[in-house]
């Protein structure tokens, strides 16, 4: 009998490290993905340098590197994403836990006293004396599921895809972060330079409409001169008020985004007037699956599906199962750990599904279309990724060559004015001539402000767009 038993966990433990080589369901391919040779909006021949992951350092301004590290270390919705980093790996860990076996400890002590007139097992009388029985016992029990198929295998796999698509989520936040702190800080910057503007423009009506009553008093001009002057001067204030209120909330926005009380939080004033953006590595398309974080994490996620697709599987097979348990027994408690008060027992399982209603059939059913349904977001999420390099370079392109013709339209506006104050001075025409030129000059400085800003933005957008300086490769 012992030399069966003996041949039996034989046999258990051979199966327990032959058989784990075994995994059923499908091993994870990534899916087929159309890769453009080349993005038609900036054709490049050959793949570019990669981007630095502090690639803000490309702007080479010291404030923009302050608030964003200071943004990395603060910022609550940064802080929400490393901790569910923190639950995913932790997760990972009680997944890999059920590879390895269950043991627990269950010490017990018993007191039975036994009637004086039970019966004799033996006589069939009376036995006539009461007993008290003391039993200690110190069991160790093992519960040990044989991976036979690779259900657990799987699940682990899966688990730790989830892991690292929670990391690479955390790339997607990190890189959302820095571009919104960068695209909030130049914005501020840019209604600083509106400001600026509308602040000399300001004191210059202001100067020209006591010029013009000085005037009105001496009977050179009409009074609607002196009505134009004012309502120009008045309009142009609540233009200012209104830049003033922007740059408020954009600082507003810009403190939250670096983990900061508002209140207590500024940025010192600094005109984007003559800024230019940094040439960023754009590459090629195929370049895209390794370097956006947000593809990374969608392709983590189909690898998750995909290693459930092999747990719904092993769920059609048996399940082996090793029980064992040993340790103490007495009934006094100082032999308790004596050779002789040893106890041990094993038992292997064997559960095979027979009827389930079809609940097994159906689950791998709907595992099988989880997959699919990530398989479209994998896909949908490369082709937002090309789409959105293609936006930001024809976005850039644009403004780059409309900040030239508003900087060119500037120059011709102050060129505008200078002649119509010279023509007005001699009577040539009349105010409302000045008054177009001294409008067509401030919409244009305004618009070469916002063109700015949007330059930069796009700038960033595209970085943003290219991965910033994330890598799929990257060490988790």
Not at 113 to 136: E, H, L, Q
Not at 279 to 298: C, F, I, M, N, Y
Not at 334 to 357: M, R
Request: proline content about 5%.
């Amino acid at each position: 009998m012992q030399r069966s038993i003996d041949i039996l966990l034989t046999a258990l433990v051979s199966l327990a490290i032959v058989l784990p080589g075994c995994e059923v369901g499908p091993n994870y391919s990534r899916p087929k993905v159309e890769q453009p040779t080349e993005f038609k909006s900036q054709p490049a021949t050959l793949p570019a340098a990669p981007i630095s992951a502090e690639w803000w350092r490309l702007y080479h301004d010291a404030e923009l590197d302050q608030l964003i590290a200071t943004a990395n270390e603060s910022n609550q919705t940064l802080r929400q994403a490393i901790a569910r980093v923190d639950q995913a790996r932790a997760l990972s860990h009680v997944a890999a836990s059920y590879l390895l076996p269950t043991v627990t400890a269950d010490p017990s002590f018993n007191r039975t006293r036994y009637s004086a007139n039970r019966a004799n097992t033996i006589t069939g009388g009376v036995v006539g004396k009461a007993a008290v029985i003391n039993d200690w016992q110190v069991p160790f029990d093992l519960s040990y599921e044989i991976d036979v198929w690779g259900r657990l295998r799987r699940s682990v796999e899966s688990s730790n895809a989830q892991a690292n698509a929670s990391e690479d989520d955390l790339g997607v936040v990190r890189l959302t972060v820095a571009t919104d702190v960068a695209t909030y800080y130049y914005t501020v910057r840019a209604l600083d330079a509106q400001e600026q503007i509308l602040q000399q423009t300001v004191t210059a009506y202001a100067d020209q409409v006591r010029l013009v009553s000085v005037q009105l008093k001496n009977g050179l001009v009409s009074p609607i001169d002196l009505d134009q002057a004012q309502a120009q001067l008045e309009a142009t204030r609540s233009q200012l008020r209104d830049v003033q209120r922007a740059r408020a909330d954009e600082e507003h926005a810009l403190a939250i985004m670096c983990g900061r009380p508002a209140p207590s939080f500024s940025v010192s004033a600094d005109p984007l007037l003559e800024a230019a953006p940094p040439v960023a590595p754009v590459g090629l398309p195929a370049q895209l699956l390794t370097r956006r974080p947000d593809v990374a994490e969608s392709e983590q996620n189909l690898v998750s599906y995909n290693a459930q697709v092999g747990v719904a599987v092993a769920e059609f097979y048996p399940t082996i199962t090793l029980n064992g348990s040993a340790g103490f027994e007495s009934v006094s408690f100082e032999h308790i750990l004596d050779w002789q008060s040893k106890i041990a027992s094993i038992g292997p399982s064997i559960s095979a599904p027979i009827f389930e209603g079809g609940r097994l059939k159906y689950n791998l059913a709907a595992v099988k279309a989880q997959y699919e349904q990530a398989v479209a977001a994998y896909l949908n999420q490369v082709l937002i990724a090309y789409g959105d390099v293609e936006d930001a370079l024809t976005d850039l392109h644009a403004l780059t060559d409309e900040v030239v013709r508003m900087r060119a339209a500037v120059a011709a506006s102050q060129d505008y004015l200078k002649i119509a104050q010279v023509q007005y001075k001699q009577g040539l025409v009349t105010y409302l001539i000045v008054i177009d030129a001294e409008r067509t000059l401030l919409a244009n400085q305004l618009t070469l402000s916002q063109n700015i800003n949007q330059e930069m933005a796009a700038s960033i957008h595209l970085i943003k767009a290219l991965g910033g300086g994330w890598a799929a490769d990257t060490p988790r």
